[in-house]
């Protein structure tokens, strides 16, 4: 069940909401919080019930070893059994992750590196099983660092699976959403919480299908096509795909941050302008924040340790990131995206300590040009497929330009078929200018949101995005980060 489906829009949510706050209203806090849970895993198995099974067993199993860990602790002063426990814990969730997401990928390169001829088990990914295994790694973590306590299974639960988070993030907290959940003013319907959460869910709404599926028919075409890429279609593509995935994603953020809302429940800012950046470090400041977070404090910091010294922070940081785009997906172009992004990080600090400083446009394009570069690899489903494109990217001899601004050519510049490869044409540079304005010269949602009081230009704002929205919702769409 996507956000962007009549279904639901017009059943499950409605439906959904009435229930949890009637039971509210009935003081029946405890079966309310029981409700919402059974329908947020009435909304992870609507995709496939088979994995309802497994994301169950994995609550199960890690509410139980995270009680163990609390009361390890409190066994034992030197935390052995607990650090134990803890370890155990987190290697079950990493082999979980590793068998569904990564087993296809290891007996592949077996194969390649040995000549072997194993079967590919051809194992499907369950939906969300990234987003909900990193989650709760990070709870028995902050068990282990004594910065949680128990709960019970239903509140648990409701953690885990509370369904505008639940299938491509943010990555919550626990410490951030459960005393959300006890407070008993969020029992009771706020009209204020519901209107500024339907706001920003017709924000993030309107980004998906209007900007991000417009975007996607360029990218599909550049990147799936198989004639070689003139100058102008390639980096069109690369930058069609930067604006398809700020959209996709930064549209999923709002429409998770609207839903929580209505329910009174505050998700995490997970994107704030981060194509606006001036540096990559900048750029993860902004960019998919709650994972940066998660690899900021579970993997970061536990590769520095107690370890001081530029070489080990620097080498940290580079590991850090190699391992988060292996998170993204099994492939070698994931990993090297992950390198590309670790090797940024290292040459911008120690660029930094240099102490030389850039104009703000160059350093605006620079970043641009180095995601939009970088991305071609985390997009591409092949290595052939990106040195396709990258080959187009720097083909300074192929340069076509659309014949309505024709002139005298006295550098050999050719004109013609307008970004044909990616079966583009003028519109398609008109939108991507469009898009490059409303990135950066308009306020971002959450500015929006912050700023929101329930006038009538923002109801007529709200009531053009929805309808706009509803409208687009009869083309077929998914979100790229269910795929991760």
Known sequence: MLFNSYEFIFVFLPITFFIYFFLNHKRLTELSNAFLFAASLFFYSWWNVAYLPLILTSITF?????????EARREEGNGVSARATMIYGVVVNLGLLGYFKYTDFFISNVNLAFGAEFTMLKIVLPLAISFFTFQQIAYLVDNYRGHSKEYTFINYGLFVTFFPQLIAGPIVHHGEMMPQFAKLRNKLISFKNFATGLFIFGIGLFKKVFFADKYAEWVYFGFNGTEPLDFMSAWVASLAFAFQIYFD????ADMAIGLALMFNIVLPINFYSPLKSLSIQEFWSRWNMTLSRFLRDYVFHSLVGDRRGRFVFLSSMWLTFVIGGLWHGADWTFVFWGVLHGSALVIYYLWRSLGIKLHFVISWLITMCFLSISGVFFRAASWNEAARVIKGMFAFDKIILPTEIEFANPVGIKFGDFLAPINGDIWTAIWMVAGLIVILCFKNSIEMMRG???????????????????????????FLYFNF
Do not use: A
């Open 62 to 70: 890690n509410y139980f070893i995270g009680n163990r860990i609390i």
């Open 249 to 252: 994603y930064s549209g999923y």
């Open 452 to 478: 929101f009081k329930p006038t009538f230009s923002n109801f007529i704002f709200l009531g053009v995005t929805l309808v706009i929205g509803l409208l687009y919702i009869t083309k077929e769409s998914e």
